[in-house]
């Protein structure tokens, strides 16, 4: 098996300067990241685990001709084991400056008003999905294991899943995900879309708890997934959400900055700098970094301050990014015009207070400014980590230094030594500012050895590592689910039917035979589930027994001229096939008049809901109700009714999307028994979807064929994966004689 990393852009990037190739590395966090993960691995204890070299999928940078393409694509695979993804010029740039950062990049970091809903780009953003699973398809052997990144291929792993099924799928999200109430702004097909496509992956990949936890609560209030610690069990598979905050190359910072060559940039800076306090910011030109807040916040310092004129400076490095958005042109001037007007404000001949640069600094002289500065701002409106704070931090090699760093940054959940500000308030900042530069040696040394040791020891290889352990986890729990499933059991199945001279099925029916709708008062048998019973009734070796939650008009209603038995009210009421309805045991219901007004007072708090009233339980739905509120009102209704039923003979099920109350002692198990006791059947089938019909399973013979319906621990002997399953298995046994 290979390891297969698809991203948006390659490692390299790839130009074309008057008809010749220049193949230069691409700058960022993920590649820089990624690319040293997969360093990693050569040589040491995992390269077992895949087929090295790791194939890494994207867009190479450039639109070319097809005989350049070739030629491109055959020297991307030899020498630097990438693959690229050509896009037209026109498409990607509605795909990367359109849907990605005029709608993903500002709606996902909190700033709706910046955000374009615009049906083309949308349009470009699953077409160049649908490209990069075209492209990828043919290079995707059995075993494999893909780990998709970001936001740009969030459509990605649901189409990787609809042709590849058993594929080892994993995608890592690097920016923040937002709340419900802000990703809902998207138009509905859109994020279901969106939602749908990330749970095509095994594993989910998020920097802080907080965004793990705000997309289990939109796949819950869209898609109606529940989750239990992050894994959603969907109808065919279970996934998991997993919170795993990456780390940095933390050596490779701390050994270069130890380095002779550094130690001169820095002696040179120093010259320069006149012995100065040096404030560091530097960051991506982008209204989500809060450049303008801190600048301004840099004045309020100043203006509060003035003994510190003359004794420090802010080095300002602006790194140009997404040029072609208009954001980001206005914000560039805005920079202009702020940093003029406080070097105007409380600059002299002698001192300016801001040193200002806008450009792309290469690694080495980056390093040499985070080991010179004596305080890192880092401050940004939203961020989904913000590696710049690790690597300021991993390159002190003197112990000292003072990070002031953002709440909105996902980094501030691991560094909380550093001094954390809200980056909305500049005079809370400005007041960092000036405890960071008065902060004692001794204080600076406890704050930022504790951050080291932190981030030594969970490295961007220990991020790598642990993703991709966890992914193989769930892997690994999906196939003993899948060895549970009645696959290749079938078979045998069919055959002890076959030779069988007595048999008796228990079915139970929402979910089992029927779907569940949100009325459950609607979900009439059709007449294909009503020849399907007649036919397996008909055969004088079978008993066929309807075990349901429903109450007995219904059934026998609905199930009025065939020749089968039905229980009622999970087990209250027993009906053998052509007798009347008899009592498991004498019950009484006056309870009841007590727990109406509660659960009407329920209905009133949930709107959707409803009460179902039987002869001797009552049943309260939520199905149709909004998930997230309804999820919380059935959790208090149920400790509600628990506390106080505790000292009476009722009992308190909570079921799939309802809530029920009846008599205790009466369960399906009770209720099969009951025929059970009558004959030794020489097959026995037992098919339900919730734990109801865990009673029946409990007392089932071990030779008896126990099905559980979905995904879930249960004590049945296996499990099917959908009520179309269990009919297929029926129509088999029906027509197996023929």
Known sequence: ??????????????????????????????????????????????????NFKPLWIGWPGEELKDSLADEVRAILQREFNSYPVFIPSGLMDNFYNGFCNKTIWPLFHYFPSHAVFDESQWAAYEKVNEIFFQEISPVVEPGDTVWVHDYHLMLLPQLLRERFKKLTIGFFLHIPFPSYEMFRLLPRR???????????????????????????????????????????????????????????????????????????EKTNLKVRLLNQKVILSIDRLDYTKGILNRLESYEVFLSNNPHWHGKVVLMMVVVPSRIGVEHYRMMKRQIDEQVGKINGKFGNLSWMPIIYQYKHLPLKQLVALYSLSDVALVTPIRDGMNLIAKEYLASRTDGTGVLILSEMAGAARELGEALIINPNDRVEIASAIKEALEMSLEEQKVRLEAMQRRLRRYDVVKWGSEFINELFTIKEAQTRF?????????????????????????????????????????????????????????????????????????????????????????????????????????????????????????????????????????????????????????????????????????????????????????????????????????????????????????????????????????????????????????????????
């Open 482 to 738: 899948e060895a549970r499933l009645l696959g290749v059991q079938q078979e045998a199945l069919v055959r002890d039917y076959r030779q069988a001279r007595s048999r008796i099925l228990f079915l139970d029916y929402d979910g089992t035979l029927v779907p569940f709708a949100s009325d459950p008062r609607v979900v009439k048998p059709d007449e294909g589930l009503l020849e399907l019973l007649r036919k397996l009734s008909s055969d004088p070796k079978n008993e066929v027994v309807i075990i349901s939650g429903r109450d007995r008009k219904t059934l026998e209603e609905w199930f009025a001229g065939l020749e089968i038995g039905l229980v009622a009210e999970h087990g209250v009421w027993l009906k053998r096939k052509s007798k009347p309805w008899r009592m498991l045991k004498p019950l009484e219901n006056n309870w009841k008049e007590e727990l109406l007004p509660v659960l009407e007072l329920y209905v009133d708090r949930l709107p959707g809901s409803f009460i179902e009233e039987k002869e001797f339980s009552l049943a309260w739905h939520y199905r149709p109700c909004q998930p997230e509120l309804a999820s919380v009102r059935a959790n208090e209704l149920v400790d509600y009714l628990v506390d106080f039923t505790s000292s009476t003979d009722i009992q308190v099920l909570h079921g799939n999307k309802v809530v029920e109350i009846r008599c205790a002692g009466i369960n399906k198990g009770v209720a099969g028994l009951f025929w059970l006791m009558d004959k030794d059947y020489d097959f026995i089938f037992s098919a339900g979807d919730d734990w109801t019909d865990e009673d029946l399973f409990k007392v089932l013979p071990e030779k008896a064929y126990s099905i559980r319906v979905g995904i879930a621990n249960t004590n049945a002997k296996y499990n099917l994966l959908n009520y179309q399953d269990v009919l297929k298995i029926l129509r088999k046994l029906a027509w197996s004689e023929e």
């Open 190 to 264: 859109w994020g279901i879309k969106i939602l749908e496509g990330m749970l095509g992956a095994d594993l989910i990949g998020f920097h802080t708890h907080d965004y793990t936890q705000h997309f289990l609560k939109c796949v819950l209030s869209i898609l109606g997934y529940e989750h239990s610690m992050g894994k959603v069990l969907l109808k065919d598979r279970m996934i998991k959400a997993e919170t795993i905050p990456m780390g940095i190359n933390f050596k490779k910072f701390y050994d270069l900055a130890s380095s002779k060559e550094i130690e001169k």
């Open 1 to 50: 098996m290979k390891l297969i990393i698809i991203s948006n852009r390659l490692p390299v990037t790839v130009a074309l300067e008057k008809q010749n190739i220049k193949i230069r590395p691409s700058a960022g966090g993920l590649v820089t990241g990624l690319s040293d993960y997969l360093n990693s691995l050569k040589g040491g204890k995992d390269e077992s685990v895949f």
